[in-house]
């Protein structure tokens, strides 16, 4: 019992955080892509890299939003609809 009171104040320090990081930077690099926009694509013949396609997720911006921000958006867009 001692070790899930002291656990229950490092989550709620944590939850703090991601919420302060979601409001300061509410986009973060796609995984994916790993923030380049598109895919790396080795060349057959040469072996050079070139540009590949467009990434799907993040449609060639290379940033996604947060999930914590989609919620929090969700979240206030419900509200808003909610008391009009």
């Known amino acids: 019992m001692p070790s899930l009171l002291s656990a229950v ?3 709620i320090v944590l939850t703090l955080c991601y919420a302060l990081l979601c409001a300061a930077s509410p986009y973060g690099t796609c995984r994916k892509c790993e923030g380049w926009g598109h895919a790396i694509v080795r060349a057959r013949r040469s072996g050079r890299l070139k540009r590949g396609r467009q990434c ?3 449609s060639g911006y290379g940033t996604r939003l947060r999930v914590g921000r989609r919620l929090y958006n969700g979240v206030t ?3 808003h609809d909610g008391t009009r």
């Open 56 to 58: 799907r997720r993040c």
């Open 9 to 11: 104040p490092i989550l």
């Open 77 to 79: 867009r419900l509200h």
